[in-house]
């Protein structure tokens, strides 16, 4: 059974940092593409970033140069490091995997950004 705990969100002023972390369990996570998605109130839940088993990362265009994607196979962990944090910034994170053509979704983590 494949398991997602997220940690690491909370309340930070606009212009602050947070890192989330996703610790996986159940699933051979060094080959599997890992991935952190947000939904905001009233919206569509929306990648925000994902990295490859090989360590090749992608970015939603509202987070490039401000957000980091990395992995550390050891730990079984994925983390988003968040930087200059926006107000507009403010959801729930989930950590996402696909094991086949089913996907896990973490139980999410609140960051909240205030202006």
């Known amino acids: 059974q494949v398991q997602l705990v997220e940690s690491g969100g909370g309340l930070v002023q606009a212009g602050g940092s947070l890192r989330l972390s996703c610790v996986a369990s159940g699933t051979a996570f060094s080959f599997s593409t890992m991935g952190w998605y947000r939904q905001a109130p009233e919206n569509q839940r929306e990648l925000v970033a994902s990295?490859?088993?090989?360590?090749?990362?992608t970015y939603a265009d509202s987070v490039k140069g401000r957000f980091t994607i990395s992995r550390d196979n050891g730990k079984n962990t994925v983390y988003l490091q968040m930087n200059n944090l926006k107000p507009e910034d403010t959801a729930v994170y989930y950590c996402?995997?696909?094991?086949?053509?089913?996907?896990?979704w973490g139980q999410g983590t609140q960051v909240t950004v205030s202006s």
């Open positions: 996402n995997t696909n094991v086949g053509v089913r996907g896990y």
């Open positions: 990295i490859t088993r090989s360590a090749t990362p």
